[in-house]
């Protein structure tokens, strides 16, 4: 289907099924039970899952394939919100125009990025993208005030007058995508169980599903095996007469469109900008997704962005009393003991299980969450083989794509 | 004159900051070929062991001072800290006061098992992992080692001055027969600057005239070749990565007074000295030195309002500037050896 393999096509479904289905999946317990805290599927944090999954796949088509690793994507990102921003402050508050122009206005600067950088490689190339993305954090919050308002950044006030939109004067505009505002959401409720659709997560949502079937696409194309020719030996690669260059830039410019696309998305969402998206921890934030997930697959950067934003937001929220409540069970010393134990790792520690779990993987499972996937497949497979070897053969067809 | 000479004593203590910690770095990247991101943590960490010394010193006890009474009437309770008692009121705040240059002696130690730690625990397991590996090890170990101060420290800043002796500033032009009050130094950053030179020679001179120095340089010129003279190369680069450490504690350690420790102030740092490293040649520790002095005194020429009047913003973004150009004209930066990371 859609010209993919049966594999990958059960990988979109899944996917699909997977975002489009999100507000029941991450919805699971019951509203005002205790485990309520651990429900991820209010509209505000599903956008971010869905729009740091386009940004890391992006990025993984540039890591995962060709091994150059920047640490300054966060640029593009910030790039593309600045030029949605003022697509929706000039012309339209439609969203369409305000993400194409993120998109096209991120494509532009990674072109430029890209031709200058990726004359050198290894560190020198992560350093030279860390140098341009700090540049453009510097004048964005500096001598581009005018254009990037500076420190406050930007947002849709009262007296931006959109050409196409009509508004009322000192009304504030609102994006929506042909009048459904990204804000409307239709809440659900399903005995104790209660559940948002919201108008923006779903065009975020479709957006990422594009830009994975994309991802696919180029993961088996030619063009695709040559950025991974890159990645295994350059130098072979260019003895045989291949120049490489147009095709790390192509994937440089690609990889850029989609951190354009998500910081698109991002300003369609909340239409603010301010220049702290490209300062460099955000560029590192998007490596620690793809590395987290698994760099080089194709849904590892999905999972990985969707657990650290999951992480941020649940385990920031997390305090002292909820650990408590907890281990109230437990005698009172040793319960304050587990409490004392665990109160550097919560709230806002939470950075700090991210800064471990990262090394963990690093260590232990370079190839993140998804090799951590495999791994426990083969195990089970093994077993299989032990009790039943025509089981396992039906097994070995299951297994899990990348 | 005195704007030139001004800007320079101006960019020099910013200039010593990232010399120590790309010497360093480079020293790290030239014995051990790891690019080690948790560096700027290590320099932070230097910072807080003055902070933690100071508290140290700092420890009280209650005494009750029956000559004074609180606004309820009752006898004052007053902390004494503990070396008050031990060595009198006033040597007790003598000691309390250099908390700052104290804690090099402090430092020292606890780097020293910082960084043998470090290389021994982690950093030794990715040597054969590709130079991605070790970046992103070492930058998950940066953000556990900047979260755990915080968890320790909090957020905000901490202020640590420097003794009073050396707080203030002195008119540094009259010293050299310019007119007085045109250039006017704070003391403390002539201090860091002398101190920074200071280490900077003894790490030279180590590496030039000891023979661990000696065997150290043997093994980052061929590594293979002192292994088979029977030399156990892999024990004295771990002492390199440990000095290494040392070298940015120091310098964490005495720019407290400069700028309030705080935990993110590694991260600041590390990627300018990353910067730095690049500029000056990678693997190369003159040029890490070098290149460090001059991107400190480009920057602060580039603050000047002259030179900002002309191009707006320069000042934001010089280093990163220089380095573009030097990575696409030089890529082995200004004393680099031709062929380490070329390409």
């Known amino acids: 289907m859609f010209g993919l393999s049966t594999k990958d096509t059960t990988l979109l479904l899944f996917v699909a099924a997977l975002t489009l289905l999100a507000p029941f999946l991450l919805n699971p317990f019951p509203e005002n039970s205790a485990m309520a805290q651990f429900n991820a599927g209010y509209p505000d944090l599903m956008q971010r899952f869905v729009i740091f999954g386009t940004f890391a ?5 540039l890591f995962g394939l060709t091994g150059y690793l920047s640490f300054g994507h966060a640029a593009f990102l910030g790039v593309g919100s600045y030029g949605a921003i003022w697509m929706m402050k000039l012309l339209t508050l439609n969203v369409i125009p305000a993400i194409i122009m993120g998109v096209i206005f991120a494509g532009l600067f990674a072109l430029l990025v890209g031709y200058i950088s990726l004359r050198r490689s290894g560190i020198y190339f992560s350093i030279l993208t860390l140098a341009f993305a700090q540049m453009s954090y510097a004048l964005a919050y500096s001598v581009l005030t005018p254009i990037t308002g500076g420190e406050t950044g930007l947002q849709l006030k009262a007296t931006d007058t959109p050409l196409l939109s009509n508004l009322a004067p000192g009304e504030i505009g609102r994006a929506n995508l042909f009048g459904v505002d990204m804000r409307s959401s239709y809440e659900l409720v399903i005995g104790d169980w209660l559940f948002t659709f919201n108008a923006g997560y779903y065009i975020a949502a479709v957006c990422m599903l594009i830009g994975f079937y994309i991802s696919i696409r180029i993961f088996r194309s030619p063009f695709g095996m040559m950025l991974r020719a890159v990645k295994s030996n350059q130098q072979r690669m260019n003895y045989t007469g291949l120049n490489s260059k147009p095709y790390t830039l192509a994937a440089f410019v690609i990889s850029g469109m989609y951190a354009g696309l998500a910081g698109g998305l991002m300003v369609a969402m909340d239409t603010q ?3 702290e998206r490209m300062f460099w921890t955000a560029s590192g934030e998007v490596v620690l997704m793809a590395i987290l997930g698994g760099v080089g ?5 999905v999972l990985g962005a969707g657990m650290i934003k999951y992480m941020e937001n649940i385990l920031s929220k997390i305090n002292d009393a909820i650990l408590h409540q907890w281990f109230a069970f437990m005698p009172d010393g040793i319960e304050n003991l587990l ?11 939470w950075h700090l299980t991210l800064g471990m779990l990262f090394m963990l993987i690093v260590i232990f499972l370079p190839g993140g969450l998804v090799e951590g996937g495999q791994r426990i497949g083969r195990i089970f497979r093994r077993r299989d083989r032990k009790a039943d070897s025509v089981e396992s053969d039906a097994a070995k067809q299951r297994k899990p794509a990348e | 004159m005195e704007a030139i000479i001004l800007q320079i004593l101006n960019g020099l203590d910013k200039g010593s900051a ?3 910690i790309a010497l360093g770095l480079t020293l790290i990247f030239g014995t051990l070929g790891v690019v080690n991101f948790a560096h700027g943590a290590l320099f932070m ?3 807080f062991c003055a902070v933690t010394l100071q508290r140290i010193l700092s420890l009280s006890y209650e005494v009750v001072d029956d000559t004074r009474t609180d606004f309820l009437g009752n006898p004052l309770k007053v902390d004494v800290p503990y070396v008050n008692g031990w060595f009198g009121p006033e040597m007790g705040q003598t000691i309390i006061e250099w908390s700052v240059p104290l804690a090099i002696l402090f430092a020292i130690p606890v780097m020293m098992f910082v960084g043998y730690a470090m290389e021994r625990g982690l950093i ?11 970046i992103l090890v070492t930058f998950g170990l940066a953000i556990v080692l900047q979260e755990v101060i915080k968890a320790f420290y909090g957020a905000n800043p901490i202020p640590t001055p420097a003794p009073p002796a050396f707080t203030g500033s002195f008119d540094f032009g009259a010293l050299i027969g310019f007119d007085p009050n045109q250039i006017i130094y704070p003391y403390w950053r002539l201090i860091y600057f002398t101190f920074a030179a200071f280490v900077i020679t003894a790490v030279f001179a180590f590496l030039q005239f000891t023979t661990f120095g000696m065997v150290v340089r043997a093994g980052m010129a061929d590594r293979e070749t002192v292994g088979l003279l029977g030399i156990d190369i892999d024990k004295r680069f771990t002492m390199m990565f440990a000095i290494a450490a040392v070298v940015a504690g120091l310098a964490g350690v005495m720019y407290t007074p400069i700028n309030s420790p705080n935990y993110h102030m590694g991260m600041d740092f590390l990627v300018l000295s990353f910067v730095v490293v690049v500029v000056g040649g990678m693997g190369s520790l003159p040029g890490a030195v070098l290149a460090g002095f001059v991107l400190g005194i480009l920057e602060s020429f580039a603050s000047m309002a002259e030179v900002i009047d002309i191009i707006p913003g320069i000042n934001q973004i010089i280093i990163y500037l220089v380095a573009i150009i030097i990575l696409l004209t ?8 031709r062929g380490v990371m070329e390409d």
């Open chain 1, 339 to 349: 409490v004392a134990i665990f109160h550097p790792f919560i709230g806002k520690g």
């Open chain 2, 45 to 47: 960490i230097g910072a």
């Open chain 1, 57 to 61: 796949i992006g990025f993984n088509i």
């Open chain 1, 273 to 275: 900008v301010g220049p």
């Open chain 2, 18 to 20: 990232y010399a120590l």
């Open chain 1, 297 to 301: 697959t194709l849904i590892g950067p």
């Open chain 2, 330 to 337: 030089r890529p082995r930066g200004l004393m680099g050896r």
């Open chain 2, 124 to 134: 030794k397991h990715f040597y054969k992992r590709p130079h991605a590996d070790q």
